[in-house]
């Protein structure tokens, strides 16, 4: 290639490649700056952050609350088969009791964790809504 003509083309192309990428980097930028401050919206509001599933929660109160019964008296009866003199049926007892209070602690994590938020008059100025008094602003009836 000749070297004079090199140069003006690369300062025709230099532009041609840079204008774009600059744009495409400042609209991320500025979509992850509305992502943020949409997430921390809702976080002030007490509501569930866009874009999140609840599954994680729901899977680990279900693995709580079948998971653990199912596998303590899996293990139990396994233990009652593999041993050579029977087993009475007090060992049965354990996995009751664990089964039991599995199941009471799925339930209250699964209270806790899909608890729907309630506003209150001390979360008014999250919503947007200012608690004030409405007889502050009542021109009308002062002047009589």
Known sequence: ???????PLAGIALPAFLVPTILTFRQAAKK?????L????????????????S???????????????????LFTWL???????????????????V???ALAFASQLAGTLFRPSRATASTAHLNGKPAMDPDAYDVVGSRG
């Open 1 to 7: 290639m000749n070297p004079d003509i090199v140069i």
């Open 32 to 36: 992850r700056e509305h992502l943020h």
């Open 38 to 53: 949409e997430r921390m919206r809702a976080l002030e509001m007490g509501q569930p952050v866009p874009g999140e599933s």
């Open 55 to 73: 599954w994680p929660q729901a899977f680990v109160c279900a693995m709580v609350g079948a998971g653990v019964p199912l596998g303590s008296f």
């Open 79 to 97: 233990a009652s088969v593999t041993t050579m003199p029977r087993l009475s049926g007090e060992v049965w007892f354990a996995p009751t009791v």
């Open 99 to 101: 089964s039991l209070g």
